[in-house]
């Protein structure tokens, strides 16, 4: 999926649900599959708290990862 697709059709919904999460004060896993490198700022924006699994058979670098999103300890 292209980023300006996931702009438009997924990303709304998901900002609107982790709004909701963390209005309950929960903390959110997400789940992804493959090579999301062109998504993950928008994936980081929407609040997630931990990106779950990082799939470096797909060409995900966990380096990068953890530059993006990665807060706290390591």
Request: with cysteine; net charge neutral.
């Amino acid at each position: 999926m292209s980023p300006a697709h996931f702009r438009e059709l997924f990303y709304p919904g998901l900002c609107r649900v982790m709004t909701g999460y963390k209005d309950l004060g929960l903390r959110v896993i997400k789940y992804t599959v493959g090579m999301i490198s062109p998504l993950m700022d928008m994936i980081g924006e929407s609040g997630i708290d931990c990106l779950d699994p990082v799939d470096p058979v797909a060409g995900m670098d966990l380096g990068e990862v953890k530059r993006k999103l990665g807060r706290g300890s390591p």
